[in-house]
Structure formats: C-alpha cells, structure tokens
Antibody
Framework: QVQLKESGPGLMQPSETLSLTCTVS????????VGWVRQPLGKGLVWMGT???????NYNSAVQSRLSISRDTSKSQVFLKMNSLQPEDTGTYYC????????WGQGVMVTVSS | DVVLTQTPSTLSATIGQSVSISCRSS???????????LYWYLQRPGQSPQLLIY???NLGSGVPNRFSGSGSGTDFTLKISGVEAEDLGVYYC?????????FGGGTKLELK
C-alpha cells in the first residue's frame, strides 16, 4: 500500500541547514509527485514546495531562496534541504503524494533553537 | 498570494447534527482549462491531515458519503450530514490553482 515516511534531525541550531528525507513505497516517484508541507506547533498548514513526476520543482516564494527539493528515484526518496534556519522554521514537516495530497507521512518535528 | 478564509474558526456540534464550513478565496480558483483545484482535509488530533474532498466536490477514497463539497469561483462549502465522533478535528481547505498553493486557516470541529 501507499506509504510515505519522513526522517531527519529533530533539533537544529539557527543558521544551520536542514536535511529531511521522505521515503515512499507503493507508488513510483516517476508517476506521482511529492510535496512538502510545514505546520508550526499549534498552527495551520503551509505548502513549502513540490517535486513533480517529471522532476521539475515549484517552491513557495516565501522560502524559495532557502529551499531545495530533489529526489533519488532508484531509492524512492525525496529530499528537502533548507538553509539559514531560524526559530520560526520550527514545526512538523510532512511529505504528501501528489496529485491530490491523498497520502501523507506521519510528519517529523523539527525544532530550531540555540 | 491567494488567501483562503474559513468560517467559522470553531464549530460546536452534537452527534448527528449537520454542519457546514465555508471557504472563501481572494481570487477565483477556476483555471483557464475549466478546472477548480479546491480540496478539503481533516486533521484529527495528533494525526496527519487526510484528504476528504478533491476538485470541489469529489469524495476521496474511503471517505464516508456524509461528507460533501460544493461551490465555484471564490465560494466553497464543506458539509457534514450527521456528525459522528470520529469527525472531530480541524478542517482545512486548500487551493492549488494559483502558485503558491495555500491553505485556509482551519476550522476546529468540537463536540457541544
């Protein structure tokens, strides 16, 4: 069945670079894209960016200068890298399958604090 | 950016009651091909969001038919016909017609 699972460090320091991995199963990354969504603690959902089935990417302009999304189709993995972290980047990061965001990972909590 | 305004922000309901949530967009969500990329999600406490409705009115896989979506242009509604205990949580609308994709602020459904 379709599954997505996020992994990455839980605690980061300001100015560091965040690296998260979304490992998928049950579908091919060349057939479905994957998006990343962030949720600050106790707040709503924010779309971060998307990597489409063809490999092209789109980013939220609010973080575009700091964000990069890539993938390794042979490993069924999608990667999120975001530099110059600030405390306001704290939150739960989800990956979800496109085109409907019909399957989501369980999320990974990232805290940015000195 | 497109702003999605959800009302109410909190909704108190009894089991069996029918309720509606509004999602209003700052721009039309109808694209040049005639598609409207408006979705509804439910996030239960401590869980990831789950898809309820896609493309305004289409029920997601496995979603009970007490959920329904309607609307066009800038005004959209999610209706629950007979709330059940498992429906409690926060409901979000999302648009993917205009970049960046955006979510509404959420509507918390709680028991009265």
């Amino acid at each position: 069945q379709v599954q997505l699972k996020e992994s990455g460090p839980g605690l980061m320091q300001p100015s560091e670079t965040l690296s998260l991995t979304c490992t998928v199963s049950g579908f091919s990354l060349t057939s479905n894209g994957v998006g990343w969504v962030r949720q600050p603690l106790g707040k709503g959902l924010v779309w971060m960016g998307t990597i489409w089935a063809g490999g092209s990417t789109n980013y939220n302009s609010a973080v575009q200068s700091r964000l990069s999304i890539s993938r390794d189709t042979s490993k069924s993995q999608v990667f999120l890298k975001m530099n110059s972290l600030q405390p306001e980047d704290t939150g739960t990061y989800y990956c979800a399958r496109l085109g409907l965001f019909d399957y989501w990972g369980q999320g990974v909590m990232v805290t940015v604090s000195s | 950016d497109v702003v999605l305004t959800q009302t109410p922000s909190t909704l108190s309901a009894t089991i069996g009651q029918s309720v509606s949530i509004s999602c209003r967009s700052s721009q039309s969500l109808l694209d040049s091909a005639g598609n409207t990329y408006l979705y509804w999600y439910l996030q239960r406490p401590g869980q990831s969001p789950q898809l309820l409705i896609y493309l305004v009115s289409n029920l997601g896989s496995g979603v009970p038919n007490r959920f329904s979506g309607s609307g066009s242009g800038t005004d959209f509604t999610l209706k629950i016909s007979g709330v059940e205990a498992e429906d409690l949580g926060v409901y979000y609308c999302m648009q993917a017609t205009h970049a960046p994709w955006t979510f509404g602020g959420g509507t918390k459904l709680e028991l009265k």
